[in-house]
């Protein structure tokens, strides 16, 4: 165990938690545990609000808008994260990593409104895959690369479906000085996208046989072992970033609360991040409303579904059934199961962030869905026809929206935000087959399977001859 004094600088105003209310053990900062020594929980970092300055209200942050720039205070500005910083004040200014993270867009989507029978003005997608590196990852990146400067270290880890992996890798290289970093990827799916962003950035990149949660819990040890920074969503500081998205949604929606939010759920850090952030802004007296939550799970990885919507398992202040979850794995591992879906970024298991969504879950009177990989893809392409696009596990919470519809969990007139959080370029592997039935992966491409979507939309093969191309349109050459 490693830690560091930061006296003199805001950070003795900041600290780690042990999430168990029942031992609520501190640690400083600095200190590198990724969980409770005593109890083995999760840890928060937390903040002595009452030592800090914390703003009057949420339209204080827009002064920053104006001091956009290169140098000092502007450049923490431009990001998306940083500009609310006096929300997550753990960092020296000076020891702030950032890329020009989280300049994303809220979109109001009237035609997809219609389509997943939504009122018009209602429906709001928030397009993470705006990021840097392509996914909201980058958001909670900046966070934990800050942590990793203000400690000196050198190199950094992550275990990843793919976007972590990507977003580690920019960070690593455009962080001064350059840090090295290490990805561990499993040898189940990964999209090309994400694959060929950590090769592009350097990254060492090692291919273990095994699935997400194998690289995960190898990952810890060696980490552990060597002093490599990790940087999964087990990482505290990895959330405080991630805070972020849902103030940038406020902003957007000019400090009005949205009815609801939805995202998809995986290894569940971003669900988590979002029930602490409003967690803090309530308590803070900066909004009086908290939104209702909707984590949406694949089918063929459903942990969180099962747990919160099978077994009744509840936060319950912090004391939740825990026997119901080691059943969960137990049977999971009886069956050698493995998760199964199409939405790589959320194949998982077993999500480590589980409690702290509980806790989410519980703060933001949440509820959760599981939806097939069918209806993803179905989903996808209708966010891919009007709207930006986005990779499968980001149109999951879509999918779910219209499904909470159907059973009147969401009202038609209600205001939704849906987290998008990967871009359509991650996994074009996807898209392609969804439109074609061409598997642009196999290595001798099988006889394309005729494609089954309603939205499909495959290229249409033409002659090499003016007349017949002018046909393909519609139109007659004109003489
Ligand atoms: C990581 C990721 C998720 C899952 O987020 P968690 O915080 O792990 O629940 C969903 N979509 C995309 C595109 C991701 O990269
Ligand atoms: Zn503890």
Request: contains cysteine; charged residues 20%; proline residues 6%.
């Amino acid at each position: 165990m490693s830690s560091q004094n930061f006296a003199n600088t805001t950070t003795d105003k900041a600290f780690q938690v042990c999430i168990n209310p029942d031992c609520g053990r501190q640690f400083s900062i600095g200190e590198v545990i990724f969980s409770c020594p005593s109890c083995g929980s999760l840890l928060d970092v937390e903040y002595d609000w009452d030592r800090l300055a914390v703003p009057g209200s949420m339209e204080f942050f827009e002064h920053r808008w104006s001091s956009k720039g290169l140098k000092a205070e502007g450049r923490l500005d431009f990001s998306g994260v940083w500009r609310f910083r006096e929300l997550l004040p753990f960092a020296p200014h000076d020891q702030i990593v950032t890329i020009g993270e989280g300049r994303t867009l809220l979109e109001e989507c009237n035609p997809l409104a219609r389509e997943i029978g939504m009122k018009p003005g209602r429906l709001f997608l928030q397009y993470e895959g705006l990021n840097p590196s392509g996914s909201f990852k980058d958001n909670g990146m900046t966070a934990a690369f800050t942590l990793a400067r203000m400690l000196g270290r050198k190199r950094v880890a992550c275990a990843s479906t793919g976007n972590t992996s990507a977003s580690l890798a920019m960070f690593a290289h455009k962080t001064d000085p350059p840090m090295q970093g290490i990805v561990f990827i499993g040898s189940g799916k990964i999209a090309y996208g994400k694959l060929s962003q950590a090769l592009d950035y350097g990254a060492l990149t090692l291919q273990i046989e095994g699935d997400f949660d194998a690289c995960l819990r190898r990952v810890r040890q060696v980490s552990d072992r060597l002093g490599i920074y990790l940087m999964n969503s087990v990482n505290p500081y990895r959330l405080e970033g991630q805070k972020a998205i849902m103030y940038r949604v406020l902003e957007a929606m000019n400090w009005q609360v949205p009815d609801w939010i939805i995202v998809p759920g995986g290894n569940l850090g971003n669900c988590s991040a979002f029930g602490k952030a409003f967690r803090e802004l309530k308590q803070l007296g900066l909004v009086n409303r908290v939104p209702r939550l909707a984590v949406i799970n694949a089918h063929g990885a459903n942990t969180l579904y099962h747990v919160y919507e099978r077994d009744g398992v509840r936060w319950n202040g912090g004391r939740y059934d825990q026997n119901k979850v080691k059943a969960l794995y137990a049977a999971m591992d009886e069956a050698h199961f493995l998760p199964h879906t199409v939405a790589s970024a959320i194949e998982i298991a077993r999500p480590v962030n589980l409690p702290k969504a509980l806790r989410a879950l519980d703060v933001m009177n949440g509820v959760v869905r599981e939806v097939t990989d069918e209806d993803i893809l179905e989903h996808k392409a209708l966010v891919g026809k009007y709207g930006f696009g986005c990779e499968p596990a980001s149109a999951a919470s879509v999918t779910g929206l219209r499904q909470l519809i159907r059973e009147g969990v969401v009202s038609p007139d209600e205001r939704v935000v849906c987290i998008l959080t990967g871009h359509e370029l991650k996994d074009p592997d996807a898209t392609v087959m969804y439109h074609t039935g061409i598997n642009m992966k196999a290595v001798q491409p099988p006889p394309a399977v005729p494609p089954t979507g309603r939205c499909a939309n495959p290229p249409r093969k033409v002659a090499d001859d003016l007349q017949a191309i002018c046909a393909a349109l519609g139109e007659k050459l004109p003489d």
